[in-house]
């Protein structure tokens, strides 16, 4: 089977999927014919996505680790666990590092890394034991590759996000898995990203708007490269994609 045909019926688990780039990522999915759980705080946002199609909302805080295992065990026995995991639940706060607040420093430690690796060893488990062929998908960063000013902790997790990648890629095949790991790295994406790092949502709103048309990429921009990676033959790993708004400078 060729293309997204081999992912119908199987189970996907999206995070981050009540806003932006998971949303989009969910969306298309369930389009495709995937079993799709779908995981965030929001549980409203994620119920109104689910009802009347093949998908399972789960209220989750990524903070909470406890929380996010309990999460994958009601998977496991729901529908037996996942063969694709699309980490894209994150955050950046406004904290430099001569000024940031530590809360605002481990919000985005929590959620961008750890809750990450949480994520992958548990659905990397499920994967093992169904087919040993699964996929799982980080949302990076461009801002992995390079430091934004203003940004240096939110970047270490996306910096990190790049070791991740390619850690995992090397336990797989030491494992003789054929599981595959991919890092997609955007560079500005029109999201509820900025209302978060504002903490005003007027004024996120506005800031995308001040960078004009084509200023940023659309979250569609962003799921449609999540959906040719998983769609690439079984036989070809793509790694690392990085991705920018075609006007974007940096
Ligand atoms: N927008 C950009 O310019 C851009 C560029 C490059 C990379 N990225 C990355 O893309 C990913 C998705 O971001 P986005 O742009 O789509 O932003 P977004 O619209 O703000 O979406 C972020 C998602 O993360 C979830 N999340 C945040 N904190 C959480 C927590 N404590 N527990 C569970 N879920 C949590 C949010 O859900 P709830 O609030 O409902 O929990 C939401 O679904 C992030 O990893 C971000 O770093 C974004």
């Known amino acids: 089977m060729s293309g997204m045909e081999r992912w119908r019926g199987r189970v996907a688990l999206v995070t981050g999927a009540s806003s932006g780039i998971g949303k989009e990522v969910a969306e298309r999915l369930l389009d495709a014919g995937m079993k799709v759980v779908v995981t965030a705080r929001r549980k409203e946002r994620l119920q109104a996505m689910v009802d009347g199609r093949e998908g399972l909302a789960i209220a989750c805080d990524f903070r909470d680790t406890d929380a996010i295992e309990a999460m994958f065990a009601k998977v496991r026995q729901e529908w037996g666990g996942?063969?694709?995991?699309?980490?894209?639940?994150?955050?950046?706060?406004?904290?430099?590092?001569?000024?940031?607040?530590?809360?605002?420093?481990?919000?985005?430690?929590?959620?961008?890394?750890?809750?990450?690796?949480?994520?992958?060893?548990?659905?990397?488990?499920?994967?093992?034991?169904?087919?040993?062929?699964?996929?799982?998908?980080?949302?990076?960063?461009?801002?992995?590759?390079?430091?934004?000013?203003?940004?240096?902790?939110?970047?270490?997790?996306?910096?990190?996000?790049?070791?991740?990648?390619?850690?995992?890629?090397?336990?797989?095949?030491?494992?003789?898995?054929?599981?595959?790991?991919?890092?997609?790295?955007?560079?500005?994406?029109?999201?509820?990203?900025?209302?978060?790092?504002?903490?005003d949502v007027d004024e996120g709103k506005q800031a995308y708007a001040d960078r004009g048309e084509g200023g940023a990429l659309t979250a569609g921009d962003v799921a449609e490269s999540v959906m040719h990676v998983l769609a690439a033959p079984a036989s070809a790993e793509i790694h690392d994609v990085l991705m920018r708004p075609t006007r974007q400078v940096t």
């Open 82 to 199: 996942v063969d694709v995991l699309v980490n894209s639940a994150g955050l950046g706060r406004d904290a430099p590092l001569m000024t940031g607040a530590t809360e605002h420093w481990r919000e985005m430690i929590e959620v961008n890394l750890l809750a990450l690796c949480v994520c992958t060893r548990e659905a990397i488990g499920d994967m093992r034991e169904r087919g040993d062929d699964g996929h799982v998908i980080h949302i990076s960063s461009m801002a992995g590759h390079r430091v934004p000013p203003g940004s240096g902790v939110y970047s270490a997790t996306k910096f990190a996000v790049r070791s991740l990648t390619e850690g995992l890629r090397q336990e797989l095949r030491a494992a003789g898995s054929l599981c595959r790991v991919t890092s997609i790295s955007p560079g500005f994406v029109e999201t509820e990203f900025l209302e978060v790092f504002l903490e």
